[in-house]
């Protein structure tokens, strides 16, 4: 079993930014591929980004060049480091941890997740 923690959401203005934080306790932590995803009001579940343990990583196009995700392992977590913020950006953001060998993109395919923290980007 692994157990995930979100933390670092909040409240902020367009173009500001946000570091978010998901550790992961349980399993070997460095075996797991750990996504970042975030579901708006009324919306599907949505992928923003992913990190593997070669590491690789994947972006949504919505985020590239916006978003880095990072992993350090000495402590079991992952970032999501979120610049130039939208409104659009406003959501609950999910971390969830998968044994896949690649990275992927649909929420199905990940067995951990976290409870979520609120990100809200005001206009």
């Known amino acids: 079993q692994v157990h995930v923690v979100e933390s670092g959401g909040g409240l902020v203005q367009t173009g500001g930014s946000l570091r978010l934080s998901c550790t992961a306790y349980g399993r070997t932590f460095s075996r797991y591929v750990m996504g970042w995803f975030r579901q708006a009001p009324g919306k599907e579940r949505e992928f923003v980004a992913g990190i593997n343990w070669v590491p690789m990583s994947k972006y949504a196009n919505s985020v590239k060049g916006r978003f880095t995700i990072s992993k350090e392992y000495a402590k079991n977590t992952v970032y999501l480091e979120m610049n130039s913020l939208k409104p659009e950006d406003t959501a609950l953001y999910y971390c969830?941890?998968?044994?896949?060998?690649?990275?992927?993109?649909?929420?199905?395919?990940?067995?951990?997740w976290g409870q979520g923290t609120q990100v809200t980007v005001s206009s």
């Open positions: 969830a941890a998968g044994t896949m060998p690649s990275i992927p993109t649909t929420a199905a395919a990940y067995d951990y």
